[in-house]
């Protein structure tokens, strides 16, 4: 039966679709108010950070708000790098910080590739278990192990030593590492590394030339993710290292803060150097960061 709509109303077919298309710009507009919000909470402490570093100490110190430092200076800055931090130079502090964290992310990107090869490759008894270990050992808070993990690092002489957190360090990172590479080793297909043996190539050939090329932009996103958890890395660092000569930079930090005052300008302005090598890092590989997600997210 044919039906005859009136002229000059819409039919139901055009308010279906004016309120899909309202429906759809709500949803956007929420979607990009969210991402708004986000953006703000992640961004405004980051800049509170900088711009207090560059503020006087009149300024910090104010009740009024000041959102930008009006009379910028350079004092603090000054002040980190000659008084430097608990009689050391922060220099000391940032090398120190940079070889845990170089030394976790080479040490622990070799054993975290090995074992995710072995897991998406080989098939063999106990591999579910291995894999479900790996994300309860993830569930666990990093305090609970604390007292464990400070005794074993002090039976093996390692106590007061870098490379002994730079062991807690891959121990703590080295699960999420072997979960999020076995879905980038698991996308290679086999049929790769088997024309390589016909070819006449040898396992560890075909690792090298074959699997490890196609897994390095995972590789690269863990080891951001090491690289930066070592580097920001407090309790364990604080627990394992007594010598001051030692200390990372989150641990030099915290002698800013006396029982009487808080020195907000030092905290804020060596904080400020502290972000300048992960900002590098981060720049460095970031092309590889967002290729090897994307290419992770093909097949888990």
């Known amino acids: 039966m044919t039906t005859f709509e009136t002229p000059g109303r819409p039919s139901r077919h055009v308010k279906a679709n004016r309120k899909l298309k ?28 900088v711009s207090t570093a560059f503020k006087s100490s009149e300024q910090i110190f104010t009740t009024d708000f000041i959102p930008f430092p009006t009379d910028p200076t350079l004092d603090h800055v000054k002040r980190v790098f ?33 074992a995710a090869t072995a897991v998406a490759r080989f098939r063999f008894r106990g591999r579910t278990s291995f894999l479900v270990l790996l994300l309860i050992v993830q569930m666990v808070p990093g305090e609970a192990l604390l007292i464990p993990l400070f005794m074993m690092v002090r039976r093996a002489g390692l106590y007061d030593h870098l490379f002994g957190l730079i062991v807690v360090n891959i121990a703590m990172t080295l699960p999420f590492a072997i979960w999020m590479l076995r879905t980038f080793v698991a996308a290679v297909p086999k049929e790769l590394e088997e ?5 006449g ?6 690792f090298w030339k074959v699997l490890f090329p196609l897994v390095a932009p995972g590789l690269v996103a863990t080891s951001i993710f090491s ?15 007594g010598d001051q000569a030692s200390y990372t930079m989150p641990v030099a930090l915290r002698y800013f803060v006396s029982q009487r005052s808080v020195d907000w300008g030092g905290i804020m302005a060596a904080s400020t150097l502290m972000t300048i090598p992960v900002i590098i890092f981060f720049l460095l590989v970031q092309r590889r960061m967002v290729s090897g997600l994307v290419a992770g997210a093909v097949k888990g």
């Open 195 to 199: 024309a390589a043996w016909i070819d």
């Open 201 to 206: 190539a040898s396992r560890f050939a075909t």
């Open 22 to 49: 309202q429906r759809k710009r709500l949803g956007k507009f929420g979607l990009n108010t969210a991402a708004v919000v986000v953006f703000v909470f992640a961004v405004f402490p980051v800049y509170w950070m």
């Open 82 to 114: 000659t008084e430097g931090v608990a009689g050391h130079s922060i220099w000391r502090y940032m090398l120190n910080s940079a070889i845990v964290a170089v030394g976790t992310v080479l040490i622990g990107a070799v054993f975290s590739l090995l």
């Open 227 to 241: 690289f930066i958890t070592a580097w920001n890395e407090f309790v364990f660092a604080l627990t394992l290292i």
